[in-house]
């Protein structure tokens, strides 16, 4: 195990913040995890565990132990007549683990196409997108307690996943060490694409009968148009959460603002499009420097090259009070902010 020292996150997190980690070290397999647990140096410094970083904003330097999660390997570990599990390291990218799936006809998670990050933080957020969660494939995972060194086998119920949250980022926040993650898929396709976008662009596509393949391919299309390409432009997916909000607050927002986007959910609260939202308020295209808001989808917050996590940081405190103070929402980051 080497620890390095004032080491460069950069090219470690998606929004590509030039911020530095005190201490830095970068687990390959599951025994060196378990044996760091074991035997800890650095034990009294504060730790961060970093997966592909693409849902993490450095608003400055980080004064402690960065632990980079880099596990490989892909296999199937189980199947009956319907389904298949896959495992997959936590430090597979997620697009590799949907890619492996597609091509081996597996369906489940060709909705989930093109997200950047790696498979072991997918659960820790319950990553999300076209009408399907993570969740709905998840079958369990592995994680070392870093203070014992102890295995233990997490499945769905005791991962209470909700929207962008999971027992990971709340009870037992950096508590653990997710090693690999396994989903079951099916293997005859189940295509969920209703989205009214997905149906466009399959249309498009011109076929006699949807593979997941195609599906795939209509997502790609879809996010490559509305969302920057991270080997191109910094950024860290949707900055803000969609906020819920029950139904007399609903009817009172769709009251005082006929056109507002928002979906029904099934526990009776309603997810309001915080795009929406912000892009009423005229941010959507806005720069400040190098940093801004993305032109085709106001969710996301952009670096264009050498901004500070603090710029990013002091843009998103803007548009959040820019849009509590119109629309009396207040909105919360979906990525996690390193102070
Ligand atoms: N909208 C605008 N202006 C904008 C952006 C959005 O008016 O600039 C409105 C549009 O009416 C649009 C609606 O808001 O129909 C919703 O937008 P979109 O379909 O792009 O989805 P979203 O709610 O903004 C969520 C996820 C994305 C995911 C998409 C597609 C969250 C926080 N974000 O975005 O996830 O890709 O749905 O399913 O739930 C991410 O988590 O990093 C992410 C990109």
Redesign the pocket.
């Known amino acids: 195990m080497e620890i390095k020292k004032d080491f460069s996150l950069k090219y470690l997190n998606t929004f590509r913040i030039d911020a530095t980690a005190r201490f830095f070290v970068e687990f390959k397999n599951d025994y060196e995890v378990i044996d760091f647990a074991k035997n800890r140096t650095l034990k009294n410094e504060r730790r961060l565990i970093l997966n592909g970083g693409?849902?993490i904003l450095f608003k400055s330097n980080f004064d402690g132990l960065v632990i980079k999660i880099s596990m490989q390997g892909i296999e199937k570990t189980g199947e009956d007549k319907n389904h298949v599990l896959i495992k997959a390291g936590a430090g597979i990218s997620w697009d590799k683990l949907v890619e492996y799936c597609i091509g081996h006809n597996y369906s489940g998670l060709e909705?989930l196409s093109a997200?950047?990050g790696n498979a072991g933080a997918a659960p820790i957020?319950n990553?999300?997108?076209?009408?399907v969660e993570q969740k709905d494939c998840f079958y369990s995972l592995e994680a070392v307690h870093i203070e014992t060194g102890i295995i233990k086998i997490f499945n769905a119920a005791e991962c209470n996943f909700g929207?962008?949250e999971s027992i990971f980022k709340k009870q037992v926040k950096d508590e653990y060490i997710i090693l690999s993650v396994t989903y079951q898929l099916f293997k005859t396709p189940v295509f969920r694409i209703d989205?009214g976008?997905i149906k466009a662009e399959l249309k498009k596509q011109n076929l006699k009968n949807v593979t997941i393949k195609a599906v795939s391919k209509a997502i790609c299309n879809?996010?490559s148009s509305?969302?920057p390409n991270p080997d191109e432009i910094g950024s860290?997916?949707?900055?803000?959460?969609?906020p819920m909000v029950d139904q007399k607050k609903y009817l009172e927002l769709k009251n005082k603002f006929p056109e507002i986007?928002a979906?029904p959910n099934d526990l009776g609260k309603y997810?309001i499009?915080?795009?929406?939202l912000?892009?009423?308020m005229g941010w959507?295209g806005y720069r400040r420097g190098d940093s801004g808001v993305?032109k085709?989808?106001?969710?996301?917050l952009i670096n264009y090259g050498s901004a500070k996590g603090e710029e990013i940081y002091s843009l998103a405190t803007d548009i959040q009070q820019s849009v509590l103070k119109h629309f009396g929402l207040q909105l919360e980051p979906?990525?996690n902010i390193i102070q």
């Open positions: 693409s849902n909705n997200i950047p957020q990553i999300g997108a076209y009408g929207y962008r989205y976008a879809i996010r509305k969302l860290a997916g949707s900055f803000f959460k969609n986007v979906y997810k499009a915080a795009g929406w912000i892009d009423q959507k993305c085709t989808q106001a969710l996301v979906e990525v």
